[in-house]
């Protein structure tokens, strides 16, 4: 049973199409990367899978039932644009919060405490959140769209704007939900935050969906074809036939070869002719580059 | 059920909780007391009490307008009366310059004797208006005297004549009730206007913050609506009652009486209270229902500022047909006036603060105002749930007009 599935949904508002022809699953316990320049409909997506819009035709499944307002209370929201009251103090934010999703006010109470201490803002739970930095604002934010323990938490741009070190936190909670086995379902248009984070990925341009998979699957589909090396001396072997692309710097040389299979005859021809490698790395390509080479370079991603 | 509870509480809190409103709760009355107070306190002591000296040769006519400045009913003034020598003029100037005489009014025969003497008034202050004129119209009832009896009517008789006449108006003072059907009328267009603006702004706020995000993806626009709205209009419910208290209070007791005199007696009744508290619910309703409505068409005050006719027109017709209702309170123009849904919260309640209009206009009009309700609050639904999620421009006519038809 999938957590979220979207069936070919669409959305116009006037006559911009925001998402068209869009499907996807998510299943429980996995790390879903919605991923796609601004402007790409993402917001559009999840907006229609928590019933805040209606999609103009498709069908959109919550657990493993068609979409209904009662299954939202098993949801949590972070939006994109943080949302709080903001002449209203921490504490009665997070229960009032607490409350819209079903919580009694002294389950809620509990748990926001829990989670303030967790997050390292208990010193700021009797003050207005107006008086708070962003980041504890976000912080804030974000325990609101976890207290009532959702399966599914959908998080539009969770990273942005926050340091790396509040980053991290929040990248070690969402690991420790999935490991909980919560569905967890983030946008960003920073492909190269969360790579390492996502076990499934879907990446959306201009309202359609371009790549879709789980992480390996995708990745699998890209050779290793990526190769990198520190060197000093003869730069004869940059001349190698296998060599699709290169862009060199001082003693960096980051190539793309159309032979994946060549790399190590590349570093033998190196070193025949006497260059000293420093560092030499075959890799895989970034999901920015599966990216751009899926919808074409002119991307301001 | 639960979750327009939930909004209505918090919404109830934030305001119930803030200076401004404890200010505007405690304010309000004082000020409309205390400006009660203040009038009829200074009714009563526009009274002159100045001392002033009259100066004439004539000295019977001298004492008769001693007397009749000295009655109580007309002043607490101190009157000397000396007879003109060669120094009285420059002694007078003196006490006016030490202060110990406001004014003195001096009396010179007149050349003819047919005639009547030269009246002139030397104060000390040329504003002390009050003084002048307690002095002249003193100074006409003794010369009405003087005359009558010269004519051979005799003094009891031409006492009779000069009493003062007493109108008597029928169920309690026309001033006070007319005065009170003021206030309330005013506070009505007041708690209106307050609380309708109130909702748009509580509604951008939330736009502006985007905290309609994550509302909206637990509870319906309409449960957030519904729960607004409620919640602030218990806040304004609240304040009525307290204020509607207070005013109970001062005028059952003697509180008022005691500060002001007998004179600033307000009568409100139990009808009027009822009332007010029915249409303030349904007045409310109808204007926050714009309000929500363009509230959720806007992205920032300054944009509501723009919109803000549409409140303010209707409301300032009632203002300007007052004149119409007050002069003929159940004529044809005023009837249907008050049965105009925008108009009826302030004019029929005016109306029934003035002369009880017939049961079946009051019948009609609530359910007028009822009947428009449920429409507004279906219009300004609709368009409130496409709105909170539009950012950016503010929408046309076309566009708000197709907003209506999403569902």
């Given at each position: ?12 508002y006037d006559?911009k199409?925001a ?20 402007g790409?409909?993402?917001t559009s997506?999840?907006r229609?899978?928590?019933?805040i819009t ?25 939006p994109e644009e943080?949302g ?218 | ?202 509604i951008i706020e939330e736009k502006t913050s985007r905290v309609f995000e994550?509302?909206l ?78 509230g959720a068409m806007v992205n920032s005050?300054?944009e ?82 496409v709105g909170i999620l539009m950012y950016g421009k503010k929408p046309?006519?076309?566009e708000?007009?197709?907003w209506?038809?999403?569902?």
């Open positions: 049973m999938s957590i979220v599935k979207l069936e070919n949904i669409r959305k116009a006559t199409v998402v068209e022809g869009l499907s996807l699953a998510i299943e429980p316990g996995t790390m879903f990367g919605l991923l796609g320049p601004k790409s409909g993402k997506s999840i229609m899978m928590i019933g209606v999609p103009d035709s498709g069908s959109v499944e919550l657990f493993g039932q068609p979409f209904s307002r009662a299954a939202l209370k098993r949801v949590g929201y972070l943080r709080l009251y903001k002449k209203m103090k921490v504490i009665e934010q997070l229960i009032f919060f607490g409350q819209l999703h079903g919580l009694d006010a002294a389950t809620a109470s509990k748990r926001a405490h829990r989670w303030c201490e967790r997050m390292q803002i208990l010193d700021a739970i009797e003050k207005k959140t107006e008086e708070l930095s962003k980041g504890m604002q976000q912080k804030i934010q974000f325990i609101a769209a976890l207290l009532h323990e959702p399966d599914l938490v959908i998080m539009d741009e969770p990273f942005s704007g926050l340091d790396p070190v509040n980053a991290s936190l929040l990248m070690d909670t969402l690991l420790d939900l999935r490991k909980q086995g919560k569905a967890i379902l983030f946008s960003t248009h920073r492909m190269d935050q969360v790579e390492k984070l996502c076990d499934a990925i879907a990446i959306i341009y201009k309202g359609k969906l371009v790549l879709e998979g789980t992480m390996r699957e995708v990745k699998s589909r890209y050779p290793a074809n990526r190769l990198l090396i520190h060197y000093t001396g003869d730069e004869s072997f940059l001349q190698h036939r296998a060599i699709a692309s290169a862009k060199t710097y001082t003693g960096t040389a980051e190539l793309i070869l159309s032979e994946p299979s060549q790399a190590q005859n590349i570093l033998a021809e190196a070193i025949a002719h006497g260059t000293q490698i420093t560092r030499f790395e075959v890799m895989e390509p970034t999901l920015e580059e599966i990216f751009i080479e899926t919808v074409g370079e002119n991307v301001d991603a | 059920m639960h979750n327009v509870f939930l909004i209505a509480k918090r919404e109830y809190l934030e305001r119930i909780r803030t200076k401004a409103f404890l200010l505007s709760t405690i304010l309000i009355p004082l000020l409309m007391g205390g400006g009660l107070v203040i009038s009829t306190l200074s009714a009563a002591k526009t009274k002159s009490a100045s001392h002033v000296a009259i100066v004439s040769s004539n000295q019977t006519l001298a004492e008769d307008l001693k007397t009749e400045l000295e009655d109580p009913k007309r002043s607490d003034m101190k009157v000397d009366v000396t007879a003109p020598t060669a120094e009285t003029r420059a002694a007078l100037d003196h006490n006016l310059a030490e202060k110990t005489l406001d004014g003195y009014l001096w009396i010179a025969p007149a050349a003819n004797p047919a005639d009547r003497p030269v009246f002139t008034y030397y104060g000390r202050s040329k504003a002390d208006i009050a003084t002048q004129g307690t002095i002249e119209s003193a100074l006409r009832t003794v010369l009405l005297r003087e005359g009558l009896v010269h004519h051979g009517i005799t003094s009891a008789e031409v006492e009779k004549l000069l009493q003062p006449v007493d109108i008597q108006s029928a169920g309690g003072s026309a001033l006070t009730s007319f005065l009170s059907a003021y206030i309330m009328f005013f506070l009505m267009y007041f708690v209106v206007m307050l609380y309708g603006m109130n909702v748009a702004r509580s994550v509302l993806s637990t509870i319906t626009p309409d449960e957030i609506l519904a729960g607004k709205i409620i919640g602030v209009g218990s806040v304004g419910l609240s304040q009525i009652i307290l204020w509607l208290a207070t005013a109970v209070i001062l005028t059952s007791t003697s509180v008022l009486a005691s500060f002001a005199g007998n004179g600033a007696h307000i009568s409100l009744s139990m009808a009027q209270i009822v009332f007010f508290l029915i249409y303030f619910v349904l007045g409310f309703l109808l204007y926050s229902s714009i309000a929500a409505a363009l005050e300054q509501l500022q723009q919109l803000n006719m549409f409140l303010v027109m209707p409301l300032a017709v009632c203002m300007f047909s007052l004149g119409v209702v007050i002069t003929n309170p159940s004529g044809l123009i005023s009837t249907v006036i008050s049965l105009i849904p925008f108009c009826t919260p302030l004019i029929m309640y005016f109306r029934i603060s003035l002369q009880m209009p017939p049961a079946w206009q009051i019948a009609l009009s609530l359910v007028l105002m009822i009947a428009t309700n449920y429409g507004i609050l279906w219009v300004a639904s609709r368009i409130y749930r046309n006519l076309p708000i007009l197709r209506l038809k999403y569902s």
